[in-house]
C-alpha cells in the first residue's frame, strides 16, 4: 500500500487547514487510517484515527478541534483542523495499519503546516 498526502502549508493561528491522504492498494475493512505529527525535536505522536465503519479517537490536544473522516469507497482519510494554534505546526503523517497485525503498517511522505502567531 502507497500513502499519498497532500494539503500542508502556512497558515496564521485561528485559522484552518485540511490535510486529504489517499491509499492505493488493497485497504480492507480491518484497515486503520489515521494522522500522526511530529513537531522539531519532538516524537511522531498519534493525532486521530479512524476505522472503516467511522469510530474515531483524536489526542486530547486536538479535540474539539480537528475532524477526522474517511472516504472507503475513495480509499482516503481527511483531516479538518479548525483553530489552529502555534503548537499544532508539524509534519502531518497519515498512517495505515490492520487491526490484529502489529507489523503490518504503511505511512505515506510527511505534509508540513505551519502556524504562524
Known amino acids: 500500500v502507497q500513502l499519498q498526502a497532500s494539503g500542508g502549508g502556512v497558515v496564521q493561528a485561528g485559522g484552518s487547514l485540511g490535510l486529504s491522504c489517499a491509499a492505493f492498494?488493497?485497504?480492507?475493512?480491518?484497515?486503520?487510517m489515521a494522522w500522526y505529527r511530529q513537531a522539531p525535536g519532538k516524537q511522531r505522536v498519534l493525532v486521530a484515527a479512524?476505522?472503516?465503519?467511522?469510530?474515531?479517537n483524536y489526542a486530547d490536544s486536538v479535540k474539539g478541534r480537528f475532524t477526522i473522516s474517511r472516504d472507503n469507497a475513495k480509499n482516503q482519510v481527511y483531516l479538518q483542523m479548525n483553530s489552529l494554534k502555534p503548537e499544532d505546526t508539524a509534519v502531518y503523517y497519515c498512517?495505515?495499519?490492520?487491526?490484529?497485525?502489529?507489523?503490518?503498517?504503511?505511512w505515506g511522505r510527511g505534509t508540513l503546516v505551519t502556524v504562524s502567531s
Open positions: 479512524v476505522t472503516s465503519g467511522g469510530g474515531t
Open positions: 498512517r495505515l495499519s490492520r487491526l490484529g497485525y502489529d507489523e503490518y503498517e504503511f
Open positions: 492498494g488493497v485497504v480492507t475493512s480491518g484497515d486503520i
